[in-house]
């Protein structure tokens, strides 16, 4: 079984400000990461993911994140918001095995204040 | 390159009656899945295809749920009847088996 804890559910910040959203799992297998962002009424959008190799991880939008395999964890940051990333954001892990059944958190909603 | 098409895009209805949901793929994807998300929480598995074999249907209500895909290709998701707390967002996504891409959803109101 595999699992997914994002920790915080909601994520104030100016504009401009950095920004980090945290994610943690827990799986018995080793797994696929990803973080979607969501905008409302839309479908989810992938922004990066981490397969293999180098644990620092570009994304689209000027995000990045870094996986830690020993604090099994996958935070997703960027250095600096604009009001446009005002959107929901979910990580979720993939096995490796199969065609990627995944796990979703129950999403960070990031609020960026002018 | 067409992304993930779903209809109906928005859907109300009132308890009870039945109601059906359309997914077509990205061209060439061969695992589909069904997602469900309630308001508030992240999307959770209904169903997964490869081709046109549902290879984990594990929390899909069978009593209720149905889904099929014929030719292994669009799908479409039914529910009978639909209760109250069928509410909710469905998602469908196509893998390329590294990654899904999502299709925008179909929000089901049931009254």
């Known amino acids: 079984a595999q699992s997914v804890t994002q920790l915080d559910s909601q994520v104030p910040v100016f504009e401009e400000a950095p920004v980090e959203l945290r994610c943690n799992y827990s799986?018995?297998?080793?797994?696929?990461l990803f973080w979607y962002v969501q905008y409302p009424n839309q479908g989810l959008q992938l922004l990066l993911k981490?397969?293999?190799?180098?644990?620092l991880v570009k994304g689209i939008n000027g995000f990045e994140a870094e996986f830690n395999k020993s604090q099994t964890s996958f935070h997703l940051r960027k250095p600096s918001v604009h009001i446009s990333d005002t959107a929901e954001y979910f990580c979720?892990?993939?096995?490796?095995?199969?065609?990627?059944?995944?796990?979703f958190g129950d999403g960070t909603t990031l609020t960026v204040k002018p | 390159e067409a992304g993930v098409v779903q209809s109906p895009r928005y859907k109300i209805i009132e308890k009870k009656q039945p109601v059906a949901f359309w997914c077509n793929p990205i061209s060439g994807h061969n695992t589909l899945y069904w997602y469900r998300q309630n308001l508030g929480q992240g999307p959770e598995l209904l169903i997964r295809y490869e081709n046109e074999e549902a290879v984990d249907d594990s929390q899909l209500p069978k009593d209720r749920f149905s889904a099929e895909r014929l030719k292994g290709v669009d799908s479409t998701l039914k529910i009978q009847p639909a209760e109250l707390g069928d509410s909710a967002v469905y998602l469908c996504?196509?893998?390329?088996?590294?990654?899904?891409?999502f299709g925008p959803g179909t929000r089901l109101t049931v009254l």
């Open positions: 981490y397969l293999s190799g180098s644990t």
């Open positions: 996504a196509s893998s390329d088996r590294t990654e899904q891409f």
């Open positions: 799986s018995s297998v080793s797994v696929y």
């Open positions: 979720a892990v993939s096995r490796l095995s199969g065609a990627g059944k995944s796990t």
